[in-house]
């Protein structure tokens, strides 16, 4: 079996010491497919040096709601830079978080629009965090439909939200919060088997039976095996099913491969997000 981990933080200096041997641990595991998530301009170039170094990576350019205080003109134009290249195939992570408020609410919207709209502009799809920000993610997701596609990653609901996302074409992609007794898994059984993606998050949110350590790609075989009970389908078709979502929401198939390989030294790590 393959399987594609659409969303983690291969950049963190938690895998400071043995990256390298996170992606091999990952390729033993069947992770064929990996999106590093960039978190602010200099995340991005990072994310970028690590896709273009390893074949089945690929990156995200992008500032997340934790970030925006900086010169927001500045770095986007380092994103649309960045999401220029090949193995950079969306724009993110952007959207709202007012559970830590580590931004002004107004400061984050403001980001969070442009975003969507340098999305548009560049034909690629947006990464979206949402978190306790419903009814402003909602009202965003109505003004770019039809202009955008997303994904609202590590998602935990609520349903109403789940059926405005489809409705306008995006995706949801679950965590290892999946497999927690807590997860509705009512979100899992009604997300049309097109329209989801499975990740890790790493090094954030391991799955059960990894909870407390360190999440990784590896693990995302995990989530598979938890929405595959959820839903009361095989585990096959659930990787194969997620595998294919993937690829076609970051539009992989039709991306050249890069030709040149960054040094390692290149690689931008990443302190700690709640």
């Given at each position: 079996?393959?399987?594609a981990d659409?969303?983690?933080h291969l950049t963190d200096r938690a895998f400071r010491g043995d990256r390298v041997a996170v992606l091999a641990r990952a390729g033993e595991a069947g992770v064929r497919r990996i999106v590093t998530i960039a978190s602010d301009a200099d995340d991005s170039h990072g994310a970028l040096a690590l896709a273009r170094a390893h074949d089945r990576v690929w990156c995200t350019a992008g500032i997340h709601p934790h970030s925006v205080n900086g010169p927001?003109?500045?770095d986007l134009g380092a994103v649309r830079d960045i999401a220029a290249h090949p193995r950079c195939a969306a724009i993110g992570e952007t959207g709202l978080d007012y559970f830590y408020d580590n931004?002004?609410?107004?400061?984050?919207r403001?980001?969070?629009a442009r975003h969507v709209e340098l999305a548009a502009e560049l034909a690629l799809p947006v990464v979206v965090h949402s978190r306790e920000a419903v009814a402003d993610t909602a009202a965003v997701i109505r003004e770019g439909a039809g202009r955008v596609t997303g994904v609202l990653h590590c998602f935990t609901g609520p349903a109403d939200l789940l059926e405005l996302a489809i409705d306008a074409g995006w995706y949801v992609s679950f965590t290892g919060i999946a497999t927690f007794k807590s997860f509705d898994a009512?979100?899992?059984r009604d997300v049309p088997r097109d329209r989801y993606m499975i990740e890790t998050?790493?090094?954030?949110l391991a799955p059960v039976p990894k909870r407390g350590r360190r999440n990784e790609p590896s693990f995302v075989p995990h989530v598979a095996a938890a929405l595959a009970r959820i839903r009361g389908e095989a585990l096959e078709q659930v990787a194969a099913d997620s595998w294919s979502n993937t690829a076609r929401f970051y539009g992989l198939k039709e991306r050249s491969r890069a030709a040149g390989v960054a040094p390692r030294e290149d690689l931008q790590e990443r302190g700690p997000r709640p």
């Amino acid at each position: 079996m393959r399987f594609a981990d659409s969303h983690c933080h291969l950049t963190d200096r938690a895998f400071r010491g043995d990256r390298v041997a996170v992606l091999a641990r990952a390729g033993e595991a069947g992770v064929r497919r990996i999106v590093t998530i960039a978190s602010d301009a200099d995340d991005s170039h990072g994310a970028l040096a690590l896709a273009r170094a390893h074949d089945r990576v690929w990156c995200t350019a992008g500032i997340h709601p934790h970030s925006v205080n900086g010169p927001a003109n500045e770095d986007l134009g380092a994103v649309r830079d960045i999401a220029a290249h090949p193995r950079c195939a969306a724009i993110g992570e952007t959207g709202l978080d007012y559970f830590y408020d580590n931004a002004p609410r107004d400061a984050q919207r403001r980001s969070f629009a442009r975003h969507v709209e340098l999305a548009a502009e560049l034909a690629l799809p947006v990464v979206v965090h949402s978190r306790e920000a419903v009814a402003d993610t909602a009202a965003v997701i109505r003004e770019g439909a039809g202009r955008v596609t997303g994904v609202l990653h590590c998602f935990t609901g609520p349903a109403d939200l789940l059926e405005l996302a489809i409705d306008a074409g995006w995706y949801v992609s679950f965590t290892g919060i999946a497999t927690f007794k807590s997860f509705d898994a009512a979100l899992a059984r009604d997300v049309p088997r097109d329209r989801y993606m499975i990740e890790t998050d790493a090094p954030y949110l391991a799955p059960v039976p990894k909870r407390g350590r360190r999440n990784e790609p590896s693990f995302v075989p995990h989530v598979a095996a938890a929405l595959a009970r959820i839903r009361g389908e095989a585990l096959e078709q659930v990787a194969a099913d997620s595998w294919s979502n993937t690829a076609r929401f970051y539009g992989l198939k039709e991306r050249s491969r890069a030709a040149g390989v960054a040094p390692r030294e290149d690689l931008q790590e990443r302190g700690p997000r709640p």
